[in-house]
């Protein structure tokens, strides 16, 4: 993407979120019903608010380490799931079928067992997460390890490499597209599962603030955790892709 190209991005960009604001304050003000849909001068003011008493980024901190911690161990357990079902026949007929049944599982119906496996803490919102995150990535790179072309891996052979140098030379550059793909969708799987858990079994963080709000029907303390949550994953996929492009990982196979 040219200079240009950014430019004019981020001019639409901006013209789109103003127009998305005019119109919101337009129909808060003609609805009348301030406690069902506040205008964005009201959760601005409330955002400010929740800013300057620190709730904000102690929201920001106590969730995005949950997410950083729950996505590290998914990461790494779906990159090691996916390359043994994408490669290993007899692994794929053996617990193929169990994986099927367990991606099936959304993460919300997780979080009672969670919750009364692993006690009220962080540890079951940390599982949660990563098993989300886990089959995420482990779908993504399983597909991409099972497609490694077999000309690739018999010019291997051919040249003498051991299994070890296949793989580690071929199989995994082949997947990495796939493994990169994976891991920039599980971002947002990340939090949907953060959200889940925070709903149900949470004293902090921004899915707190969200349900503690609907209980007091303090409308603008929602809208500020949905915007949190917005920005928060916003940010999070565009340092992703920004250190995706700056080493130019996926590209370089």
Not at 18 to 30: N, P, S, T, Y
Not at 54 to 83: E, F, H, M, N, P
Not at 218 to 240: E, K, P
Request: aromatic letters at 10%; one cysteine or more.
């Amino acid at each position: 993407m040219t200079k240009s190209q950014r430019s004019r991005r981020i001019y639409l960009s901006a013209v789109a979120i103003a127009a998305g604001l005019i119109a919101w304050e337009f129909v808060a003000r003609l609805s009348q019903s301030p406690e069902l849909l506040p205008p964005p001068t009201a959760v601005a003011v409330t955002f400010w608010e929740m800013l300057r008493s620190g709730q904000i980024a102690k929201a920001v901190l106590d969730s995005g380490s949950r997410i950083v911690i729950g996505y590290l161990i998914g990461a790494c357990a779906g990159v090691v799931t996916g390359l043994i079902l994408g490669r290993v026949r007899a692994a794929n007929d053996t617990i193929g079928l169990i994986f099927e049944f367990l991606k099936g599982i959304p993460p919300i119906a997780l979080v009672p067992l969670a919750v009364i496996w692993f006690g009220i803490g962080e540890t079951p919102k940390i599982a949660v997460i990563a098993y989300l995150v886990w089959i995420v990535v482990a779908i993504s790179t399983a597909v991409g390890a099972s497609e490694v072309p077999r000309l690739r891996i018999r010019a291997g052979a051919f040249l003498g490499l051991s299994h070890f140098a296949v793989f580690v030379r071929i199989v995994l550059p082949s997947c990495l597209p796939y493994i990169v793909a994976g891991l920039r969708s599980a971002i947002g799987f990340a939090f949907v599962a953060l959200v889940s858990a925070e709903l149900i079994a949470a004293n902090s963080g921004i899915g707190q603030i969200i349900m503690d709000s609907r209980f007091s029907l303090q409308t603008t303390r929602m809208i500020v955790g949905l915007l949190m949550l917005g920005a928060l994953g916003a940010l999070t996929q565009a340092l992703f892709d920004l250190f995706i492009a700056r080493f130019k990982i996926a590209s370089r196979f």
